[in-house]
């Protein structure tokens, strides 16, 4: 049986750099038990913008990159964040 959603390799030292410059939206995240949709995304990672001057699509596409984001079914274009509770509960508050 295929797997839904195919587990890649991703460098821990860019997953946890990307969590720690991007904690309040990755702990808003979190908190949506649904799916999202590319636009509802957009809102989200301009509400809660990183210091670092990153544009809100390459929030994105390292969303997407590093499996915080995954799609809710395969073909679909909506997003689920199947990682974000996980990760946000390894985080410290702020």
Do not use: Y
């Not at 195919?6 to 410059?21: D, I, L, M």
């Not at 997407?64 to 395969?74: K, N, S």
């Amino acid at each position: 049986m295929p797997q839904l959603f195919p587990q890649v390799k991703v460098n821990p030292q860019t997953f946890f750099n990307f969590c720690s410059r991007h904690v309040s939206l990755l702990r808003a995240l979190a908190e949506i038990s649904g799916e999202l949709s590319d636009t509802e995304l957009m809102r989200l990672i301009k509400l809660h913008p990183s210091e670092q001057e990153e544009l809100p699509q390459t929030v994105w596409r390292n969303l997407r990159e590093l499996q915080i984001l995954v799609p809710a079914e395969p073909g679909s274009d909506a997003l689920a964040a199947r990682r974000a509770g996980r990760t946000t509960a390894r985080l410290p508050a702020q």
